[in-house]
């Protein structure tokens, strides 16, 4: 049997995200002037509204088949692309934007709920996801936990007030084997207190203690697992509407986020 050794989390890789970041644009001719903000579409339903939100035009990018957009909010540049599904994905497009001066992260997307209380269509802002996946390993211990950064967090959960729509915040659970969500796992998170399931939180939360940048998420309740069976599928048109107004909180956490930064200096 073949094992695998201990990460070293202060050792170098072979090849770095900068290094091949500079190398492919390099090939591509593409400048590398990223917004420091950027909206992570993590469900292909927020895509277009995030895109929409902020008045966004696709850029020339190291991507073919994953465009990227700049937009403005006010005075301020901001990127949407989209960053799913999964955890070791959305890992490999956030290590690209931070070698390219990407310093905050809001994630828009969807899960689902394993709560009883929680219904199609509600706000979830986590506040920790418990690491059922691989990636996050490679940035993190085993024991470390993986939460957003304190300032982002605030100012999307400042926004849902703000904004009154019915949300929650608490832990969450992000899996990278979404067919393998057994009953068994279900029930144990949900006496954990656990509010729903993803794909791709706690790599995000993991990759940006790491690379010490901002970092939170906002997502949907698309289905209740407890009471759908099977579940639907992972995105679905009758969010939209719910999607379009989680996309408007990420939109004012970014207008939060830059007050505090500004207050700050």
């Known amino acids: 049997m073949i094992t695998i050794p201990r990460e070293k989390f202060a050792e170098p890789p072979v090849v770095g995200p900068r290094e091949s970041v500079r190398s492919r644009a390099k090939q591509l001719n593409v400048r590398l002037r990223l917004p420091n903000f950027f909206l992570l579409s993590l469900s292909v339903g927020a895509t277009p509204l995030l895109v929409d939100a902020v008045s966004a035009k696709e850029v020339p990018w190291i991507y073919k088949a994953r465009p990227l957009y700049i937009g403005r909010i006010g005075n301020l540049r901001v990127g949407v692309i989209w960053a799913a599904p999964g955890a070791a ?3 490999v497009v956030m290590e690209d934007m931070i070698a390219s001066g990407v310093t905050t992260f809001i994630g828009v997307g969807t899960l689902g709920a394993i709560q009883p209380f929680v219904e199609t269509g509600d706000i979830i802002v986590p506040s920790l996801a418990v690491r059922d996946e691989g990636t996050s390993h490679h940035y993190l211990p085993k024991h470390e936990a993986a939460r957003p950064s304190r300032k982002t967090f605030k100012a999307i959960v400042d926004s849902c007030r703000k904004s009154a729509r019915k949300h929650y915040t608490g832990p ?3 899996t990278d084997a979404p067919y393998r969500e057994t009953k068994s796992k279900i029930r144990h998170f949900r006496r954990k207190g656990v509010l729903g399931v993803d794909m791709e939180t706690s790599a995000i939360f993991s990759l940006g203690k ?20 099977p579940p639907g599928p992972f995105y679905r048109d009758e969010l939209r509407k719910s999607l379009s107004h989680a996309v408007d909180i990420a939109v004012e956490s970014v207008t939060n986020s830059q ?7």
């Open 172 to 174: 969450i659970w992000t």
């Open 210 to 229: 790491y690379r010490k940048v901002e970092t939170g998420c906002i997502l949907v309740a698309g289905e209740n697992l407890n009471r759908t069976n």
């Open 259 to 265: 007050t505090t930064i500004l207050r700050q200096t």
């Open 89 to 91: 994905l959305t890992s």
